[in-house]
């Protein structure tokens, strides 16, 4: 159908970028219902007689936009654009059931997509203006109102008024004859028949047990949220799938005087709309019950998920942290299980009952519970004493767990402090987890089953006798007298927000598929170290659609990429050194077909001893990429002896996956002349692609031109190892002679690609009484993994920040990449900056925590003063620096909001606030000269119209927008007559890498130079014809040896202070507030850039607090997708969210006196860090515990209520050494 809108973010319901529509009448009420749901979960087989929308049906560029397309593209919410089309879809699926909706239905309805590049701010800003209600702080409860600030005078970033108004009568109307099908009823069986699976869809329930009684492996596919996934990553194959969508007993809802018997096929849905109908109908002492299931029911899954899946697939499934299974059991629900006559399960409740679910996951929405828990207590009429109690968990075994002894020994007590610690000591008994329990986290789990216990205690001692919502973002801005056209400056909308927010953007994967093209499938080692004994492809080369197979032998120039005078091989051809190695690629006619090939290799190994998999092991075994780097000034040695306090410490940081939303994507194309190739790719380099393709055909460069439209968000991942892989694809074209595509899927792509490099530090810090830092000696190892890419470059710049904005006087820094047996890590976003600004804000944290003092207060003592030299003897004046500093306390109210934190802190034993203060000082440019430059080529055609190439890469960051913006000024015409295509090396040759904050330096000013020469051509013909319309006129380095340098143009200096609130029984968090001022000169465009602050601070609050990369320790990467690997959604941004410009700011050394803004501020996201810390320093004052403490990155919950040595994490008793065999490793 060529509809490319919608789109394939993981295959597995949890991104949400496949999000559509789906549309059925009900006859029983006549009614139409709309429901998001994910395509990628979706069988085909279901949608008999449902109307499905996707994104091309709510409106386009062409035609009409629809005003959600609209609102989402106006308020900046499409950057990459690859989330924005699900975005829609969701938001429109809620519109077209409740069209004045509120922001809990927003936020409910967006929970379940993710967007690694806004941030959501501006997403939920668009969708907020289909609210009626007033939405402003004060739906908080507390502080100052929003609307009383003079920020809401300021110049807005979009403008409301603009907006189509939203008009329901006016959307599609469901099929009629769709409708005449739907009341015509079901009729017989229905059978499909696929190539390996028949799907049998009976008509009755008489029908369904016949089949099942005949076919009783034969899976009941209701959801496919458990099966679809089973079939898409294990590998399952069902020859025969039940589907009972049709048998009406099963979708049944009947209300009893006991309670209410719903059907087992009803969806998540609609068993919390039925209960929610019943809440509102009885008492509350009547839907104990019913509301503990509404809580459940709210954070499982998404939106999408609960949409399809079923209340009997969940009982079924039973997964061992089911949310619904603990809270059925302690309810006392009753279940009937393939009965004609039988009864589906039976919700009801007793007076006199307390009934409480709970759920601590590692993020708040759209995340599986690490524990989850039921629990009812029954005290009879007038009584004080336990009659009955039921506790059930979920996460602390194979299946739901009962508490049976426990609950046993409670029955006859009064519910009291003696009851609650009787309770925790049967409960650390009866609930045992093994050391190397599957799942890991054993002794988190063990305390959440105390704390979740302790919290029904809370909950039924008050029976017996909070802060939400998304806060809108209003900014200043800068702006200056200058023509109305003059777009420089102002916050234009991104020039492809439409296109994205109708799906007609078109990205890699969207390319029309050519005439004999092929699927490229990778193969990858399953062994961290080990020689490829025999490699037999035999089997796969049978199977249906399987054309062939590439290996490392049929590449005919270059089988290596060399960096720093190593060799990182193309495709393993002896010896494999990590688990996800390419080995080799099946090229088949299908992506189906190439994966089952891929699967049908056998690659025999003998494994090699002992594979280095931890920073430390390297270490011990000196197992190190060459160079290491030192950086030194002023005697550090010496200078310890002279200091009031020396402190040691270290930190450990994890690394990070990318996790742009398109994967790896490209389409190689042999034009069939003279060794010519089309490359498209989404990467961020162009050039290295053409240049590697060229070395490995042993073709010249000038035969290969490589393409790029967009890219799908990169943040680095998409320069090095997309390269390795265009050279594979590239080779495959080159040996069949036609066109290949190559699309990872989510979890190969987490595998192969690498991530942000985690590092260990070690420092030694010497200070004075009043707070000055006078000496510090600090050493650097990075993982880099199995082979050195960029990491010698990312150790250098680890160095080169490691005095953040702080002047210290003798300051020593060593680095070094550490060579291990896991996928080689890349550039990320900050390029090890985020890692060394990390290390050293935790050094400085820990000398206010020894000295008794406020982190900021040290942080302020140390910052540099007047013209300064850094400890690379680079000069700078950090007088912005110091702007932003005081801009941002004054913003913040610092002061009166820790005196608040303090009260609150001293008030409350189980919730913490935490505050802090963090700054950054960023260097943009290339550390290599050679990179620092840049081309374009500007047409203008006869018609007026104007085509502008350049070298850089537009992947969501906005930088053809603002190229855009430049060329409209400088040659004084619209921005709608300007046009940009594509990134192309055959127009633009020998270019950097969109990369390092550096893109609209570099090209802007390259295009500003191009324009100016054209305009300058055009000045004899405006002289004639001064009235006339357009159309009827129509460039550093760091020596090493030397230890000094100007390796940067200019810093980008910000500072921002985060507050947050931590349960710490749970570990769970929230960020309450957050105020950022960052000095970017004078912003070309305001509302990109806002937008590249806001996406870098959440992908910074991601790194430092949330995602975790695990390694089992035979080096497989756990986490393969966003069920495990959880980025930030919308319920982790902070509940106020204020971004600030600083004001009267100039840079002379990028266009328009603009300062890079790409990657600087996601180390802000490490002020959520540090607010955690000072949160649980608070909790551990409580428990008698002062001073430094250690807490590693990210500060998960499990790490973050752990360290809060609450008395119920005491009582976990420490594995003795030897006993735990790890699940995972701190790599
Ligand atoms: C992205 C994602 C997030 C999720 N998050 C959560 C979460 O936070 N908490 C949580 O508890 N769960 C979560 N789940 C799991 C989800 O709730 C279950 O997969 C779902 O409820 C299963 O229902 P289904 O209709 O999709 O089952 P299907 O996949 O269709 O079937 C699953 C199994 O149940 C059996 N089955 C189905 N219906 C019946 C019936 N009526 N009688 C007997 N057997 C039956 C089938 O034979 C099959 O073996 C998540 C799933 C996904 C994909
Ligand atoms: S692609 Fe369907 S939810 Fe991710
Ligand atoms: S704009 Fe949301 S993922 Fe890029």
Redesign the pocket.
Known sequence: MKLTGTKYGCG???CGACTVMVSRYQPATKTILHQAVNAC?LPLCQLQGVAVTTVEGVGSTKTRIHPVQERIAKAHGSQCGFCTPGMVMSMYALLRNKPQPNMDDITEALAGNLCRCTGYRPIVDGCRTFCQEVNCCQANGDGPCCADKPQHDAPQLFDQDDFLPLDPTQELIFPPELILMAEAGSQGTRTFRGERMTWVSPASLEDLLQLKTRHPQA???????????DIKFKGVVHPLIISPSRVKE?FEVTQTPQGVWVG??SS?SAVKSVLEKLVAQFSSEKTELFRALIQQLR????QQ?RN???L???I??A?P????NPILAAGNCKLSIISANGESPALFVLQGEVVRAFRQAPRKE????TVTCGMRVFFGEGSRLVQELSVYYGGVGPATVSAAKTCTALVGRPWDDETLSRACDVLLEELTLPPSAPGGKVEFRRSLTLSLFFKFHLEVVRSLRDLVGLQPQRHTTVSESQSAQDPVGRPVMHRSALSQATGEAVYCDDLPRTEGELFLALVTSTRPHAKITALDVSEALQLPGVVDVVTSKDIPGKKVRRSFGYEEELLAEEEVSCVGQMVCAVLADTKAHAKRGAAAVRISYQDLPDPVLTIEEAVERSSFFEPRRLLERGNVTEAFSAVDHVYEGRIHLGGQEHFYMETQSMLVVPVGEESELRLYVSCQWPTLTQEAVAETLAIPSNRVSCHVKRVGGAFGGKVTKTTIIACITAVAAWKTERAVRCVLERGEDMLITGARHPVLATYKVGFMDDGRIVAADIQYYTNAGNTVDESILVIEKILLHMDNTYDIPHLRGRAAACRTNLPSNTAFRGFGVPQSLMVLENMVNDVAMVLGRPAHEIREVNMYRGPSLTHYKMEFDPENLLRCWDECKAKAELSARRRAVAQFNQQSRWKKRGLSVIPIKYGIAFGEGFLNQAAALVHIYKDGSVLVSHAGVEMGQGLHTKIQQVASRELRIPSSKIYISETSTSTVPNTCPSAASFGTDANGMAVKNACETLYKRLEPIRKQNPKGSWESWVNLGMDWDKMEGRPYHYFTYGVCCSEVELDCLTGDCRTVRTDIVVDIGRSINPSVDIGQIEGAFLQGLGLFSLEELTFSPSGFLCALGP?QYHIPAVCDVPLRLNVHLLPDSHNPHAIYSSKGIGEPVLFLGSSVFFAIKDAVAAARADSGLVGPFPLDSPATPERACLSCATPFTQKIPAGKPGSLKPRAVNI
């Open positions: 597995g319901g949890g979960l899976p009941l596919l209701m959801g496919n949220t458990n099966t679809g996934p099963l087992a096929g998540l954070n499982l899954g998404s998920i399809v899946a079923t009997g697939g969940n079924a499934s997964y942290n089911s949310d619904l759209s995340a599986l519970a069920s």
